[in-house]
C-alpha cells in the first residue's frame, strides 16, 4: 500500500445537464452527485454517451447546458472539475520514444500541484506491476503494459477526482486486482471516482449511473 495524504472533502455535482456531438442529444436532464469516498460507475450500451459524459466532466468537451462544478474547494482554487480531477480516457496517453520511466517523469511534472504529493514513478511502476519496464520505449510495450503506464500517473500527481474510461481495458486479472486495491485506497483517502465500464471493477460499494441508447 503506498501512502496517501488525505484529500479535502469535496463533492462532484451536475445539474440538469445536457450533452451533444454531431448535432445529436445524447444526454438530457442529467444530475448527480458524488461525494467524498464515493464511486459513481456509468453503464449503459455503446453509444449511450458514456465517454461523452466522461470528457464534458474532464473538461475536454463544453456541455450544451446545465452545470457542472464542485464544491469544498478553498476560496482561491478552481471549481472546474477539470482543473482538479485526472482523465484516463482510451487513448493511453503515452509518447513511444520516451521510456515508462520518462513518460511519468513528464507527467508528474506537468500535473503536479501544490498540496497533492505523489510517489515516485518507479514506485507507481512498481504498484502497477511494470516496473520491470521502467526502461523500455513505451513504443515496445504491450497493450496491458501501455495500460498499466497510463495508470500509473495517477499515482505520480495525485488529483481528488479520478475520471476513468474503461480503465481495465487489456488488464490481466492480476492487474485488475491491484486496480481496485488502488480505487479503493482513493476512496479511503476521500477521493472519489467517475467510471464508465462495461466490466466490474471491485468496487462493491459504488452506486450506478446507467444512460439509455441513443436515439
Known amino acids: 500500500m503506498l501512502p496517501i495524504k488525505p484529500?479535502?472533502?469535496?463533492?462532484?455535482?451536475?445539474?440538469?445537464?445536457?450533452?451533444e456531438r454531431g448535432?445529436?442529444?445524447?444526454v438530457s436532464?442529467?444530475?448527480?452527485?458524488?461525494?467524498?469516498?464515493?464511486?459513481?460507475?456509468?453503464?449503459?450500451?455503446?453509444?449511450?454517451?458514456?465517454?461523452?459524459?466522461?470528457r464534458?466532466?474532464?473538461?475536454?468537451?463544453?456541455?450544451?447546458?446545465?452545470?457542472?462544478?464542485?464544491?469544498g474547494l478553498a476560496a482561491d482554487d478552481e471549481a472546474d472539475p477539470?482543473?482538479?480531477?485526472?482523465?484516463?480516457?482510451?487513448?493511453?496517453?503515452?509518447?513511444?520514444a520516451l521510456t515508462a520511466r520518462e513518460n511519468l517523469e513528464f507527467w508528474g511534472a506537468m500535473l503536479r500541484r501544490e498540496g497533492f504529493d505523489g510517489v515516485s514513478p518507479d514506485a507507481a511502476l512498481e504498484r502497477l506491476s511494470i516496473a520491470h519496464a521502467a526502461t523500455f520505449p513505451a513504443a515496445y510495450l504491450s497493450a496491458g503494459q501501455k495500460r498499466r503506464l497510463a495508470l500509473a500517473r495517477l499515482l505520480v500527481a495525485p488529483r481528488p477526482v479520478w475520471i476513468l474510461d474503461e480503465p481495465?481495458?487489456?488488464?490481466?486479472?492480476?492487474?485488475?486486482?491491484?486496480?481496485?486495491?488502488?480505487?479503493?485506497e482513493h476512496l479511503g483517502a476521500g477521493g472519489l471516482i467517475v467510471a464508465a465500464t462495461h466490466?466490474?471493477?471491485?468496487?462493491?460499494?459504488?452506486?450506478?449511473?446507467?444512460?439509455?441508447?441513443?436515439?
Do not use: W
Not at 484529500?7 to 450533452?19: D, M, S, T, W
Not at 477539470?82 to 480516457?89: F, K, L, P, R, S
Open 23 to 26: 448535432g445529436r442529444r445524447l
Open 168 to 184: 481495465a481495458t487489456a488488464l490481466d486479472a492480476a492487474t485488475q486486482d491491484r486496480l481496485a486495491a488502488i480505487m479503493k
Open 56 to 71: 464534458v466532466l474532464a473538461g475536454l468537451l463544453p456541455q450544451a447546458s446545465g452545470a457542472l462544478k464542485i464544491e
Open 29 to 54: 436532464g442529467l444530475s448527480f452527485r458524488v461525494d467524498a469516498g464515493e464511486a459513481l460507475v456509468v453503464t449503459g450500451p455503446n453509444g449511450a454517451g458514456k465517454s461523452t459524459l466522461l
Open 82 to 96: 477539470g482543473q482538479n480531477a485526472h482523465y484516463v480516457g482510451h487513448a493511453d496517453a503515452t509518447k513511444g
Open 199 to 215: 466490466a466490474p471493477l471491485g468496487l462493491t460499494n459504488a452506486r450506478e449511473l446507467r444512460l439509455g441508447a441513443a436515439a
Open 7 to 19: 484529500f479535502p472533502r469535496l463533492c462532484l455535482g451536475a445539474e440538469n445537464l445536457v450533452i
